[in-house]
């Protein structure tokens, strides 16, 4: 059997925890829990942009840490940067994100090739070129999971 016929994965994207609405938080914080119990997966994927903006309120960081500790009880959990998590625009990596890094918890900063589960993880660059030619270079049977836009594509 392999691993695609064997694990349940919930794939969620631009999540943007609100900075500044309270209520709104909480309101994503709960849909987001909400849907989670339901699919009761093995495995989150979160395809970037979990923050809504690169300079996080503490609260935006609590609730996102209390969504990941949730998912991660059970889960394996895989969260790309997008560009809205990313610090600045220097594609370095750098993310408020890191925070929430360990055993349970991938944060992807920079393209990371899975061989075992036939994966390539992109996070956001603001240079197309660079996502250009990682997009060559997968393998034609691997699936792609990523934050990304270029010239004549849309999101």
Request: net charge positive.
């Amino acid at each position: 059997m392999s691993y695609r016929q064997m694990v349940k994965t919930l794939i969620l994207g631009d999540i943007h925890i609100s900075n500044k609405d309270s209520s709104l938080r909480e309101a994503q914080e709960k849909c987001i829990k909400k849907i989670y119990n339901k699919v009761k997966p093995d495995e989150v994927i979160q395809l970037g942009d979990f923050l809504d903006f690169r300079k996080p309120s503490p609260e935006a960081l609590l609730t996102a840490k209390r969504i990941i500790d949730h998912w991660k009880k059970k889960s394996h959990v895989t969260i790309l940067r997008g560009n809205h998590c990313a610090s600045t625009k220097a594609d370095d990596g750098v993310t408020a994100m890191w925070v929430f890094e360990d055993d349970q918890v991938d944060i992807i900063k920079h393209t990371k090739i899975d061989n075992r589960k036939k994966r390539v993880y992109i996070p956001h660059y603001e240079n197309e070129k660079v996502i250009t030619e990682i997009l060559q270079e997968c393998p034609k049977e691997y699936t792609v999971f990523g934050h990304f836009g270029y010239y004549g594509c849309l999101n």
